[in-house]
Structure formats: C-alpha cells, structure tokens
C-alpha cells in the first residue's frame, strides 16, 4: 500500500519570503510520479508541480521548486517569493503503477501581507 | 482548451435520498477519475475509467455508488440512498491516458442532512 504524510497541517508566510513544505511517502514501487497540488477555497484542484521518480534532477517551475530525496522518500516543495495568490491548502500525492493518485493531508499555507 | 466540467455544483439532499453527479472530461482524455474529498482530508479515489472500461473501483461502496461512462466521454456518479457519512465534496479528473497528469474539475459539494 501506498502512504503519503504531510506533518506540517498548517504553516505562514510574509509576502515574498520563502516557505517550504514537506513530504514524505512510502512504496514498494520503483517506478512512480510525484506531484504537489494546490487547492485554493474554490476547491479547484490545481496542479503545481510534478517529478518523475526515475528523474534525479528536481523540478522547477517558476517559483515552484522540489527537493526529491528518493532514498529517503522525501519530497518538500519550496515556494519562493511568496504572493498572496499562494494562499491555499497544499496537497502532496504519489501516483503509481495503478494510476492511482494517494494524497496526504494537506497543508494550509497562508501567506501574510 | 476547456477544463474538466461538472455539475451540480452544490447539492443538498436528505438521507436515504439519491443523487447524481456529472462530470465532461477535457476532449481527447482517454482516462476519467472520480474522487471522494471528506472536509479536511485529500481526496480518495472512488473509480478510475480508462475509455468505457472500469480500471480500478476497489475503494467504491458498491452497495450505494455507482458510476458509468457510456461511450467513453462523460460519466455520471450516483449514490442511493445517501447517508450522512456521504457529505464531501466529489472531484472528477481526466488525463490523457494512464500514468499521465490528471487535470481536476471544480467539484461538487453535497451535503447530506
């Protein structure tokens, strides 16, 4: 079975400073995606980011970025520059053979003025 | 490119009563995903849909849920009865095929009384 934790259930940040969220999972798997999701209070499901566990480079995106540590299963997602826009709960997922997307948690980020 | 599209977007019923749900995947999106998201938890996979085809229901409570897609495009999630437990907001994906990025629609939120 898969199993994704996110430890930090709520976290803030001032306006263009950096936040970093974390992540761990656990499987069996070699071959396996994972992705940070943002979930806004509209309730869309908005993707962030994604990172192919085959991949040792992290992903970027923008201000988006990961750091995959496969041996530890870790997976944290680091925002920077921070905006307001940014304010919404953060899920973190692992998809694999089955494609099946397992979510933690989630975390509640709130970025402050 | 149009997003995934579902409707109702609010739904409130009393138990016991039934309710269907329907969700437009983005056109060409070989792979559909229903997800059951209860308030403060991520989402759970209920069905997954590859074309028509059933791929994996193995968390749907079959005594209550249904869903289908008939040809291979729309799909229609149904609970009856409903029971309390049953309040969450309900998540339709598509993606590509399997293994690929799954987009998410903005949900419908039902409310169990």
């Known amino acids: 079975a898969q199993t994704v934790t996110q430890s930090q259930p709520e976290m803030s940040v001032q306006e263009a400073e950096t936040v970093t969220l974390s992540c761990t999972y656990d499987?069996?798997?070699?071959?396996?995606?994972l992705f940070w999701y943002k979930q806004p209070p509209s309730r869309q499901m908005i993707l962030v980011i994604r990172?192919?566990?085959?991949?040792?480079q992290n992903a970027t995106e923008n201000r988006f970025s990961v750091n995959f540590q496969k041996a530890a299963k870790s997976f944290s997602l680091k925002i920077s520059d921070s905006q307001l826009g940014d304010t919404a709960m953060y899920f973190c997922?692992?998809?694999?053979?089955?494609?099946?997307?397992?979510f933690g948690e989630g975390t509640q980020l709130t970025v402050n003025p | 490119e149009a997003g995934v599209a579902q409707s109702p977007r609010y739904k409130i019923i009393e138990k016991r009563q039934s309710v269907a749900f329907w969700c437009n995947p983005i056109?060409?999106?070989?792979?559909l995903y229903w997800y059951q998201q209860i308030l403060g938890q991520g989402p759970k996979l209920l069905i997954q849909?590859?074309?028509?085809?059933?791929?994996?229901d193995s968390q749907l409570p079959k005594d209550r849920f249904s869903a289908e897609r008939l040809k291979g495009v729309d799909s229609t999630l149904k609970i009856q009865p409903a029971k309390l437990e049953d309040s969450a907001v309900y998540l339709c994906?598509?993606?590509?095929?399997?293994?690929?990025?799954?987009?998410f629609g903005p949900g419908t939120r039902l409310l169990v009384l």
């Open positions: 499987t069996s798997e070699n071959n396996y995606y």
């Open positions: 994906a598509s993606s590509l095929w399997r293994r690929e990025t799954q987009y």
């Open positions: 849909f590859q074309n028509n085809g059933v791929v994996d």
């Open positions: 997922s692992l998809e694999t053979s089955g494609s099946r997307l397992t």
């Open positions: 056109s060409g999106h070989a792979t």
């Open positions: 990172q192919e566990a085959y991949k040792q």
